[in-house]
C-alpha cells in the first residue's frame, strides 16, 4: 500500500461487557434501551458477575483477537472494535476509523449466526454512527458466517480436544449438546433464518466429527414475559439424565456442550454453562464438560482472516 487512504478498515463488534460491578446497572440500562432493571434482577446480575469474578474478560478477548486479526492480515488493513452496548462503543470505533482517513469499512459482528433481532443491531449502529458522523464511509455488512469451513474446522478442532479429556473410547460414549443464545419465539413469524443457520453449523460440524448422534438447545433466555425458543439447555440436561441406558446408543453420563453461537468467554459461558448447567448436570449425576471457547486462537483468527479476504 502507498498510503493509509488505500488500506480497508475492519470492524470488529462485540455484544460488550461490564468491567467492574458498578457498570452492571448502567450496562443493563443500555440493553434495555434505557430502562433500569429491577431491584431484583440487578441483584441477581450482580450475584451472577460476582461468582465468575466480577468481571467477564470479553473487552480484553476482543482486542486480543483484534491484534490477532491485524497480524494475519497485514498491513493492507486496519482492524478497529466497536461494542453495541458498552465502551468502546461502535459510533466510537466509527468515528475513529473516519479521523483516520479510511474510506472503506468491513464490518463483522462477531456472532456467526444471522437474525434481524440481534444482527441488525450491530448494522444500524453502524449507520447511524456514520450519518451522525457525516464520514464518507463505504461499508460492506459480513451478516453471517455460521458455515464457513475454517470456523466450522475451528469447532470441531475444539470439541475433538474435549473429547480426549473424557474417559470414553469415542463419540458413541458421548452425548454432545450444541447451544445457543435463545431468542424470542416471535422471530418464527418472520421466517427469520436463525435457527436454519444454527442447524446448518451443527450439521457442518457433526460432519466433520464424524458424530452418531447430537442434541441442539437454546440457553440465556431473555426474562420479557414472552416465549422465548427452546429446548432450554436445563430441561436438555434433565432429559438427558432421565433417558440414560434406554437406548444401546445412548451415553452413560458424559455430556459435552459445544456453545457454537458464541466466540468468547463471557456471562452466557461463565456463568451459564459453567456455573449453571456444571450444577445441574453435577445434581444429575452428568459428567459435563463444554469446549473451550475460540476467543483468539490461530484457527479461529485464521477463519476471521479469510473471511474479510471474502468480502474485499
Known amino acids: 500500500m502507498e498510503n493509509h487512504l488505500e488500506q480497508i478498515a475492519v470492524l470488529l463488534m462485540a455484544y460488550g461487557t461490564p468491567n467492574s460491578l458498578d457498570e452492571i446497572e448502567p450496562y443493563y440500562t443500555d440493553i434495555r434501551g434505557g430502562r433500569k432493571p429491577s431491584p431484583e434482577n440487578l441483584k441477581e446480575l450482580i450475584a451472577r458477575y460476582q461468582q465468575i469474578g466480577g468481571r467477564t474478560p ?4 476482543t482486542r486480543e483477537q483484534a491484534r490477532a486479526l491485524q497480524a494475519q492480515l ?22 475513529e476509523i473516519a479521523r483516520d482517513g479510511l474510506r472503506r ?12 433481532f440481534s444482527i441488525d443491531g450491530y448494522i444500524q449502529r453502524v449507520r447511524d454512527a456514520i450519518a451522525r458522523s457525516g464520514a464518507p464511509l463505504e461499508v460492506t455488512y459480513v451478516e453471517s458466517w455460521n458455515d464457513h469451513p475454517l470456523f466450522l474446522k475451528s469447532i470441531a478442532e475444539r470439541m475433538e480436544a474435549a473429547r480426549a479429556t473424557f474417559s470414553a473410547r469415542d463419540w458413541q ?27 446448518e453449523t451443527c450439521e457442518g460440524v457433526a460432519a466433520l466429527l464424524g458424530l452418531p448422534r447430537w442434541r441442539f438447545a437454546y440457553q440465556s433466555a431473555g426474562r420479557t414475559g414472552e416465549k422465548w425458543l427452546g429446548p432450554d439447555i436445563l430441561d436438555t440436561l434433565d432429559e438427558i439424565a432421565s433417558r440414560r441406558g434406554e437406548q444401546p446408543l445412548a451415553p452413560t453420563s458424559r455430556v459435552l456442550i459445544a456453545p457454537i453461537g458464541f466466540v468468547a468467554d463471557h456471562l452466557e459461558v461463565l456463568y451459564d454453562i459453567d456455573v449453571e448447567c456444571a450444577e445441574r448436570a453435577q445434581s444429575l449425576g452428568l459428567e459435563m464438560r463444554r469446549i473451550e471457547s475460540p476467543n483468539a486462537s490461530p484457527p479461529f483468527i485464521a477463519a476471521l482472516a479469510a473471511i474479510v479476504r471474502e468480502r474485499c
Open 58 to 61: 470479553l473487552l480484553d478477548i
Open 74 to 95: 497485514g498491513d493492507d488493513f486496519r482492524v478497529y472494535i466497536g461494542m453495541k452496548h458498552w465502551h468502546p462503543y461502535i459510533t466510537q470505533a466509527v468515528d
Open 105 to 116: 469499512v468491513i464490518a463483522l459482528a462477531l456472532a456467526p449466526h444471522y437474525s434481524r
Open 173 to 199: 460414549d458421548i452425548e454432545v449438546i450444541f447451544s445457543a443464545h435463545s431468542l424470542p419465539e416471535r422471530i418464527l413469524q418472520s421466517n427469520d433464518p436463525y435457527p436454519q443457520e444454527l442447524r
